[in-house]
């Protein structure tokens, strides 16, 4: 009970350094495309600058501060009229120049903040900062297999060497940084999943894109008793705890892993009498831990200076011109107004922006209820099972709103055209006409549904007699019967509505 009450009386203080990749045609500081694929070659998308070589000059691409300014309004930050670049300098196998450009005191937006979902409460994170830089370039850690075996990648700790491409170097970056608001890995989760969104529904992200969205947790233990009523933790107590910096993590899932073995490891430490390492980590996607990689550097050791090769950035004449589209919550309010959609199907329907454009497509030709049924339940359960996402099908749009159409005009019941048509459609790449036809799926005649119910009443006398008994299972028997007569092209509502008829 003791150790039971030392675990509760500590809590985990996390903040996070978000890096997302901006979708720009070329890089940040030179002309050299972004589009690269899996199999290219490494190390042939660079260049004199992005390789850091003598006398090459950075060039600031405008799209990528176009993109910065967007992500600052998406996050209701404030954005100075001038912002300026430099050096933050630290040696590493991934930085071709020894140095990085980023932005230290003079960031491109300040004072944000993001609010999402958890546990069904609202919550709101406050945004520190948010500023450009460059993308360094990518690791590859190698281990040497058996001699009949190919040397294959692996994690950093268990590396027998480690390649370096840079083709990812100067890829334009936003660096996302929090304040300490986050008292539970899930809720880290929660939050980057509605930052991805906002970000797709931008337009200035790839979320499919290889590394394209980063996190670097910072994880400190402090007492309950410091965690003041408003959730905040004042900031002598936090000066005061070590705190670990888990680096790279990949993916929602891996953030909220990684952080939850992070918050045992450290209680487990303190617990124990022993001091937590003030360190930086590595998560091992792998095993779901985090392993030392080295001690946590200070600001001070990056020597921070300004970036000579670069003037001011001066946005005051065109930041107010940029504009950005409508973002995730006011669309799924809009939604809910426009179309009268309940909270759960506006929800789905606007978790991904291409979600929300097919879906309003279809809407404007029927509908918006029966669209919203067929879209967010059926075709998005369907695709979600399969492990495929909305992009799959947006290139058939006008099959999928032929299918709406068959249901909408009743030639086809919504069970076939679920349960039958559409999944026919994902598996077999088939238009709905051709499968309604090959499967005999048209609706059923009304004097045929009626022939069906009599018949099935006349035949099966023990059901009828259970039906006026009471019990509840006497009508569904009777409606399989006649949906197996009709082949099951006969409307349910109808069948039931015509059954109650006749044992009435």
Same mark, same amino acid.
């Given at each position: 009970m003791a150790r039971a009450a030392e675990r509760a009386a500590l809590q985990p203080v996390i903040g996070l350094e978000v890096h997302v990749q901006l979708d720009t045609e070329t890089k940040v500081f030179c002309g050299c495309s972004t589009d690269g694929d899996a199999d290219e070659e490494p190390n042939t998308r660079v260049c004199p600058v992005c390789l850091g070589l003598p006398g090459a000059l950075p060039v600031v691409n405008e799209a990528a501060v176009a993109a910065a300014v967007k992500v600052g309004k998406a996050l209701d930050a404030e954005i100075p009229a001038e912002t300026q670049f430099h050096r933050k300098n630290y040696y590493y196998p991934d930085l071709p120049k020894n140095f990085q450009i980023t932005q230290y005191d003079a960031p491109l937006c300040a004072d944000g903040e993001l609010e999402f979902s958890h546990e069904g409460d609202r919550r709101s994170v406050r945004i520190r900062r948010a500023h450009l830089e460059e993308d360094p370039g990518s690791l590859q850690h190698v281990r040497e297999g058996p001699a009949d075996l190919d040397a294959r990648t692996t994690s950093v700790d268990r590396a027998d060497y480690t390649?370096?491409?840079?083709?990812?170097?100067?890829?334009?970056?936003?660096?996302?940084?929090?304040?300490?608001?986050?008292?539970?890995?899930?809720?880290?989760?929660?939050?980057?999943?509605?930052?991805? %969104?906002?970000?797709?529904?931008?337009?200035? !992200?790839?979320?499919?894109?290889?590394? *394209? =969205?980063? @996190?670097?947790?910072?994880?400190?233990?402090?007492?309950?008793?410091?965690?003041?009523?408003?959730?905040?933790v004042p900031e002598d107590v936090l000066k005061d705890a070590n705190r670990t910096e888990v680096k790279n993590i990949s993916s929602h899932r891996g953030a909220e892993t990684a952080l939850s073995y992070e918050a045992s490891?450290?209680?487990?430490?303190?617990?124990?009498?022993?001091?937590?390492?003030?360190?930086?980590?590595?998560?091992?996607?792998?095993?779901?831990?985090?392993?030392?990689?080295?001690?946590? %550097?200070?600001?001070?050791?990056?020597?921070? !200076?300004?970036?000579?090769?670069?003037? *001011? =950035?001066? @946005?005051?004449?065109?930041?107010?011109?940029?504009?950005i589209p409508e973002l995730p919550d006011a669309r799924r309010e809009r939604f809910r107004e426009e179309y009268g959609l309940g909270e759960e199907a506006a929800a789905k329907l606007t978790s991904r922006k291409t979600v929300a454009d097919f879906y309003e497509a279809v809407a404007a030709e029927f509908d918006p209820e029966l669209a919203a049924t067929l879209v967010a339940d059926s075709l998005l359960g369907e695709l979600n099972y399969r492990d495929r996402g909305i992009d799959a099908v947006t290139d058939r749009l006008d099959e999928f709103e032929r299918l709406i159409e068959l249901v909408a005009t009743d030639q086809v019941t919504t069970k076939n055209a679920e349960e039958t048509v559409l999944r026919a459609m994902l598996d077999e790449g088939e238009d709905p006409d051709t499968v309604v036809d090959r499967e005999g799926l048209g609706k059923a005649a009304d004097d045929e549904v009626a022939t069906a119910v009599t018949t099935a009443v006349a035949e099966n006398p023990d059901a009828v007699d259970d039906y006026h008994a009471g019990e509840d299972g006497a009508l569904n028997f009777l409606v399989g019967q006649v949906m197996a007569a009709t082949g099951g092209s006969a409307d349910?509502?109808?069948?039931?509505?015509?059954?109650?008829e006749e044992l009435g």
């Open positions: 390649l370096v491409d840079y083709n990812r170097a100067g890829t334009p970056l936003m660096e996302i940084v929090t304040e300490p608001d986050f008292r539970e890995p899930a809720a880290v989760r929660g939050f980057l999943e509605k930052l991805e %969104e906002v970000l797709a529904y931008l337009g200035i !992200f790839d979320p499919e894109g290889d590394g *394209s =969205l980063r @996190v670097d947790a910072n994880l400190s233990m402090v007492s309950a008793d410091d965690v003041r009523a408003d959730g905040t490891r450290q209680r487990d430490q303190i617990e124990v009498g022993r001091e937590v390492a003030q360190e930086t980590r590595h998560y091992n996607e792998t095993h779901g831990n985090t392993v030392s990689m080295r001690a946590k %550097e200070e600001e001070k050791d990056y020597r921070y !200076f300004p970036e000579s090769d670069l003037p *001011s =950035l001066q @946005v005051a004449d065109w930041r107010e011109e940029i504009e349910p509502g109808t069948v039931n509505e015509l059954l109650h």
